[in-house]
């Protein structure tokens, strides 16, 4: 049978479109056999791919904040979510299901989204990251310590597999961006069509700098000869190639930072309590028939061994199989298929020789991996195989060494909870591994002890079950990683992915030098007194280091009583004489933190309307020193911190508090977080 021949794929690199010389290599439908596109990177300079990163894209995404690089993220999310059934439709050519294909795209989607909405909450609305507290490096308080994180002036290499190629590129694309740092982006062949379509819904949006993001379809060349101590790997693949690839000599000369995604047999236990009839039980026999058939198992996070308590074995694989027996494999297109093929021929002849070297150690109690019953497709042009459930022996190597990553898992008895986590162990570093258990203790020992070898660990049972996202979803709120064979790397993790891009700097000097460099007010600076109260000054006219200085007023044992009275507060320290002078601490009575707290608010708070909006709460508090009846009080509030906030009318503004007595020592210390409007907005609103 003939085909017509496919297109080339187009790369994206120096700003422009490149087409390839040349015919190209094939790739096809996984469905069908059909060619889809050809693929090659001849003719590109990988070298200046690289410097068109650092000298265009690098220099236009440092010059925006993270706020604004979080607004363009969020953009670019909106952007691909209008256009996802165009995603969809050139998924199916992969071999996904709509289900699968959602679980990429819109996973991916869902990425830019949640990184946009973390960088507005935890990230300034700057372009240096201040990471820590200052560390006092003297006793004047004249030579302090601040670790700050500024971009890497390098471009951030992505080498993608070929599971996810929306999902995989969007993730690493995510927090390089919000960090200031270019990628280039590399898919694995054989989806590589699919990515294309998604560079090329991004391209055309125009929402990303130049140069910010460029795209190779195709072989990589000498592009890692050009690597500098600037530029960054993450790679997904096999942990033979990361293996490779880590050991390049220019990664090794110049200490290229390489994060790898690599094998994994990721674990699911039964818990010994979830016994067959109860939810939990449930829970993991749907739990493990849909990691199986989810993108037909292609997954980096699936399940691979599934620990069993030796008793329940039977009754998992009956239950297990029911389900299977229930699941349709053939055309992804077609109404009720629940699993699709596998991403290429050469993929499902993998998953064979896998296959067959577990059978070493075990047997198949369902599947036939050399047949398989599709519906609405050729079993034999298309790739696809039956979902394969075996009983293997935990004494062996095999179910440890080998992964078949299509959809394969091995059940694996135990008989204890110390043998299930040397079992669990023997993998040598998964990304991921699931308790289902309603034993908090069980879940415990478990947990601790299989810890050291797994990037993330999911505790499923009946409570969580409703709200869980299930064993192998990564969220990008926390690390996807995982030791040893697995790779060793943490992709993601929230604001932990987007620092992995940056460098941390310890810099050190005077309390003016690093309120200067940080853009934050910091103890020992210099303060500006004026005539007007800071709280009627709107955004753009505070500056850090904007002080006022209010009091004194005196704490009365009157005081302390009504508050005691009012608030219901009627500790001993404060109420009671005798208790009180028997405290080590106190000695005598004293007056309630919250007092103190209280009477420093009502000295700085300017109570007419203006351009403070409210407070929203308070960070860092601290009660130094024990105040008593007859002391005076002195706030001293300064201005530290402003991260004006681009679609708001307001900004938040961070103050130092310093409560003193009359000896001038600190009694207590805080943050006082407030929401202040824009001036530009009081000037609109006075014209309307």
Known sequence: MTHSRGALLRSHVGGNWHTPPGEGRPLHDAVTGEEVARISSDGIDFGAALEYGRTVGGPALRELTFHQRAALL??????????????????????????????????GIGVLLAYASKAKRELPNDTVYVDGGVEPLGRGGTFLGQHVCTPLHGVAVQVNAFNFPVWGPLEKLAPAFLAGVPSLVKPASPTAFLTAKLVELIVDSGLLPAGALQFVAGSLGDTFDHLTGQDLVSFTGSAATAQTLRAHPAIVRNSVRFTAE????????????????TEEFDLFVKALTTEMTVK?????????????????????????????????VGNPSSDGVR???????????????????????????????????????????????????????????????????????????????????????????????????????????????VAPWHGRILVLNARDAKESTGHGSPMPQLVHGGPGRAGGGEEMGGIRGVLHHMQRTAVQGDPDTLSAITGRWVTGAERHETDVHPFRKHLEELRPGDTLVAGPRVVTQEDVEHFAEFTGDTFYAHTDAEAAAANPLFGERVAHGYLIVSFAAGLFVDPAPGPVLANFGVDDLRFLTPVKFGDELTVTLTCKQLTPRDSAAYGEVRWDADVTRQDGESVARYDVLTLVAKQETAQKETAQ
């Open 74 to 107: 969020k953009a670019l999310g909106g952007h691909l979510r209008e256009h996802r059934e165009e995603l969809y439709e050139i998924s199916a050519r992969t071999g996904a299901t709509l289900g699968d294909s959602k679980f990429d795209v819109d996973g």
């Open 296 to 328: 037909a198992g292609q997954k980096c996070t699936a399940i691979r061994r599934a620990f069993v308590p030796e008793r329940h074995v039977d009754a998992v694989v009956e239950a297990v199989s029911a389900r299977l027996a229930k699941v349709t």
């Open 262 to 277: 690599a094998d994994s047999l990721n674990f699911s236990a039964l818990g010994p309590d979830a016994t067959p009839g």
């Open 339 to 449: 699993m699709g093929a596998l991403a290429s021929l050469e993929q499902r002849e993998e998953v064979r020789r896998s296959v067959k070297a577990l059978t070493d150690a075990g047997r198949i109690v369902f599947g036939d991996p050399d047949s398989v019953e599709v519906t609405d497709a050729d079993a034999v042009a298309g790739a696809f195989v039956s979902p394969l459930l075996l009983v293997g022996d935990p004494e062996r190597a095999e179910p440890h060494e080998v992964e078949a990553f299509g959809p394969v898992s091995t059940i694996l008895p135990y008989s204890g909870t110390a043998q299930l986590i040397d079992y669990a162990a023997r993998g040598q570093g998964s990304l991921a591994g699931s308790v289902v258990t309603a034993d908090t203790a069980f879940a415990r020992e478990v947990v601790l002890g």
